[in-house]
């Protein structure tokens, strides 16, 4: 069922299922982000539900990344309130549900996007996928991603994914490391149900505790380390340069 927000939640067996719903573009805004944290706390507190499937309810995109329009309207003080829910309450979320959770990644996945992808345990996405790190191409950081995407892909492979900005296929990234698994489009949902469904079958309380080990072992000081990138990304959007490369992308000069 749906919960009001930009995010539906409903619940199939033991798996929780939360797909982003934000026409056209699932664009990352403060209601699309509450509704996708909002779900997955709902989903850590039932105990009945063993798996969680992050996807899309829109037919081609996964999400855009932010909204950019609403970033530049409200400036330094609405970008850290974004971030801090992307980078942090998000991560939070994750880091505290205690059940495996699933991106089902489906269309177009870009910035923000890939952020809320990566933040889950495993990425399954369709083959006609893509993915990309554009912010640098609009003056804003793809901060968070300094700190995990060197480790996925290497230094200098994630150099260039964040500076050059281009957009790469499903194929790249299952190369990578980025995704688990890729299949046609009309397989994914039940791949990731059937991914899930395995999950499920193992005793809840040692999944708990393998995942919150699993967790504590990989943070690597994530919290220290993404505070002073929030701080820094904010106070660019206020700048004359980053202003400017805004309002040309979304023609507003």
Not at 9 to 38: F, H, M, Q, S, W
Not at 77 to 105: C, E, N, W
Not at 142 to 158: D, E, Y
């Amino acid at each position: 069922m749906g919960d009001g927000t930009a995010a539906t939640y409903r619940v199939e067996g033991p798996i929780a299922v939360i797909a982003l719903d934000k026409p056209p573009l699932n664009l990352i805004d403060t209601p699309l982000l509450e509704g996708l944290i909002g779900a997955l706390d709902r989903a850590r507190r039932d105990d009945a539900v063993r798996a969680v499937i992050v996807a899309t309810a829109l037919g081609d995109v996964f999400s855009a990344g932010l909204d950019l329009n609403t970033v530049l309207d409200g400036g330094s003080s609405v970008m850290r309130t974004l971030l801090q829910d992307l980078y942090i309450g998000l991560y939070d979320a994750q880091h505290d549900l205690g059940k495996p959770s699933i991106a089902a990644v489906r269309g177009i996945a870009r910035g923000g996007g890939m952020t809320i992808a990566l933040s889950c345990d495993v990425v399954l996405a369709a083959d006609t996928a893509t993915f990309g790190y554009p912010e640098l191409n609009v003056g804003i950081l793809p901060g968070l991603h300094f700190t995990h995407l060197p480790r996925i892909v290497g230094r200098h492979k994630a150099f260039e994914l964040l500076f050059a900005g281009e957009p790469f296929d499903a194929t790249e990234a299952l190369a990578m490391g980025l995704v688990n698994r890729t299949m046609p489009p009309g397989d994914l949902m039940a791949a990731a149900m059937t991914m899930a469904r395995e999950f499920t079958r193992k005793p809840a309380g040692a999944v708990k505790l393998a995942r919150d080990n699993f967790m504590r072992i990989n943070d690597r000081d994530y919290r220290s380390q993404i505070a002073s990138v929030v701080d820094t990304m904010a106070g660019m959007i206020d700048g004359q340069e980053t202003q400017d490369a805004l309002r040309r992308f979304l023609k507003r000069d």
